[in-house]
């Protein structure tokens, strides 16, 4: 085999991603719940969803996103477990110093279940990268006997994470340059991370319903659907180009909440969102950045009628939302950000929340923020000030030592959770 031929045979990535992790640790620390149906809930109650199910839920049509009403109508003899966050985070970080300290260094932390780990030298041998995988599994496996994973080998860490996803559980698949694009065709182009509801519905709006049609657009094409360079970049990732893909800054912080039954009035969900706001803008803080967006989402409870609807997108979502995207000054404070909140939940419905969501927006490095002829106006320095005082005694005795007072009665709401993309403070509560 030539030179050239050998390269294109090698590898570059290794893409991990734990099997239903969350019911995987629960059936680790709690041995009865072994070889049983398993689903992980945020709160015992039918009207949420199961965020987690183990692979013996799984064969009775229990997945994530099923609603737990659902979920033990298809199988009466299901283990219902209330998340645990915290020992979630601690079973990643064992499982994370398993691989650096007996297979190799983990290039970038994906999510609480996910990682990727850039190849070197003789690793990037076929052979070599595919002993390698083997030797992560084993490794994880000395974390927890439950714990299993699924990896992925590419060119490029975009076909890793495609690989990793093609068999489950406990799968090793590898994509090698020459096996494009014949390996993907079997897939749904849905199925390709970056193409998502929205993305979909372009592409058959396009007339492209199948993985090869999506191979055969040309970069411009691709470019154009995409609408910018998003589309270029896609277009060489499916082709197994190797890139420096290197995160920009952040581009939103976000928290969302389910609120259980006794939260479920608006002035309780108005008292939740503000305590997101607050967790929101302690990470703002602790990277340095500055907002001058923010976006509510609130869901109401189906039981409204659609008359009741106030946005028009009853029909997307199956019940009744009410959003709000605003725009001010940039800052960075808790009490400006509350201000903003509180003057645009006038404006939301009278009906009964069942979820808040709250993100920071247009979010721009401390370094680049250009003060404004409002920052007096804003009482940004006084606000500063008292943002750096909460911070630091909180840092100091707790997260809510010191908190804004329209919090007091939901103080202890919407703890810690772990959204896929991040793994979080346990002390942020």
């Known amino acids: 085999m030539s030179g050239a031929s050998q ?3 090698q590898v570059n990535w290794l893409f991990l991603d734990m099997n239903s992790y969350f019911a995987s640790v629960e059936q680790e620390v709690q041995p009865q719940l072994r070889g049983k149906p398993t689903a992980v809930v945020t709160v015992d109650a039918d009207s949420t969803v199961c965020i987690a199910a183990s692979y013996e839920a799984k064969a009775f049509g229990v997945s994530t996103g099923t609603p737990l009403g659902e979920a033990r109508k298809k199988c009466p003899d299901l283990n219902v477990v209330v998340a645990r966050h ?5 079973y990643h970080k064992k499982i994370e110093k398993a691989v650096e300290e007996n297979c190799l260094h983990i290039s970038k932390i994906v999510s609480v279940d996910e990682m990727e780990c850039r190849l070197r030298g003789r690793d990037m041998q076929l052979s070599n990268a595919e002993a390698l995988a083997q030797q992560v599994k084993q490794a994880i496996r000395s974390v927890g006997e439950t714990l299993r994973c699924s990896i992925g080998l590419a060119p490029n860490r975009f076909l890793a994470k495609v690989a990793s ?13 020459s096996q494009l694009p014949e390996i993907l065709f079997s897939m749904k182009p849905r199925a390709l991370p970056g ?3 929205r993305m979909e519905r372009r592409l058959l709006s396009q007339g492209i319903e199948t993985m090869e049609q999506l191979w055969q657009l040309d970069m411009d094409q691709m ?23 290197r995160e920009s800054n952040t581009s939103s912080i976000s928290h969302q909440h389910v609120l259980p039954p006794e939260l479920r009035t608006r002035e309780q969900a108005c008292a939740v969102g503000k305590k997101l706001l607050h967790k929101a803008a302690v990470r703002l803080r602790q990277a340095k950045l500055w907002t001058s967006g923010m976006a509510i989402f609130v869901m109401f409870s189906k039981s409204q009628s659609k008359e009741d609807d106030p946005s028009g997108y009853w029909l997307h979502y199956g019940r009744p939302v009410w959003e709000a995207n605003l725009r001010f000054p940039s800052c960075h404070d808790t009490m400006t950000l509350v201000n903003v909140f509180q003057e645009a939940w006038k404006e939301c419905p009278k009906l009964r929340p069942v979820m808040v969501s709250v993100a920071l927006v247009d979010l721009i ?3 680049m923020r ?3 002829l409002f920052d007096e ?11 750096q005082v909460m911070d630091s005694v909180n840092a100091k005795y707790g997260s809510t030592t010191l908190y804004l007072g329209g919090i007091h009665k939901v103080r202890e709401a919407a703890p810690p959770r772990i959204a896929f993309k991040s793994i979080p403070d346990m002390n942020l509560k």
């Open 377 to 387: 106006m804003y009482g940004a320095g006084r606000f500063d000030r008292l943002a």
């Open 165 to 177: 996803n093609m068999q489950k559980p406990d799968g090793l698949v590898t994509i090698t340059q």
């Open 86 to 90: 915290e020992i979630y985070v601690e």
């Open 365 to 367: 490095p401390e370094n």
């Open 195 to 197: 193409i998502g509801e």
């Open 7 to 9: 390269a294109a045979e």
């Open 370 to 372: 250009n003060m404004t």
């Open 223 to 245: 470019t154009q659907l995409w609408g910018g360079v998003l589309g270029t970049r896609f277009w060489l990732k499916l082709r197994g180009k190797d890139f420096d893909e």
